[in-house]
């Protein structure tokens, strides 16, 4: 999936498997959580650990699941923003097998610009903006 520029190992747990003995499906929703805040980290958007300084927050989320996910799985989640509206991202996340680059699961995201000091939402800030609108060419 050429696509995506950027992507997250994850490893999956022995916690992450329910009675159907694959992984469950609330986990997907992690697992796109973490690639989303790897992603916003590596394009220097957010240091990681000031959480009031992550300028976002999420509105809203979906996941279409494809294949099972099993414990001995070897997978990586792609991340890469398709639009940047006033004040919201629209994300996409591509949950691959690592060795063969199947989809096991696709999900979206919309995020929005928060100043969490203010309690609202604010216009994507012009460095963010460049930032994203290069790496994902968009």
């Not at 994203?132 to 060419?137: N, R």
């Amino acid at each position: 999936m050429s696509e995506y520029r950027f992507f997250h190992s994850i490893e999956i747990r022995y916690g992450d498997i329910d009675a159907q003995r694959h992984v469950n499906n609330a986990r997907h929703f992690t697992y796109m959580e973490q690639a989303r805040s790897k992603y916003i980290k590596a394009l220097g958007l957010w240091e990681g650990s000031d959480f009031d300084a992550i300028g976002i927050i999420l509105a809203e989320q979906s996941c279409r699941y494809i294949n099972p996910i099993q414990l001995e799985s070897d997978i990586k989640v792609g991340v890469r923003t398709v639009r940047l509206g006033e004040k919201s991202i629209e994300t996409q996340y591509s949950i691959q097998d690592s060795q063969t680059g199947d989809e096991l699961a696709v999900g979206q995201a919309t995020l929005v610009a928060y100043d969490y000091q203010l309690r609202k939402s604010i216009p994507i800030p012009d460095d963010w903006r460049v930032v994203i609108a290069s790496f994902d060419d968009i």
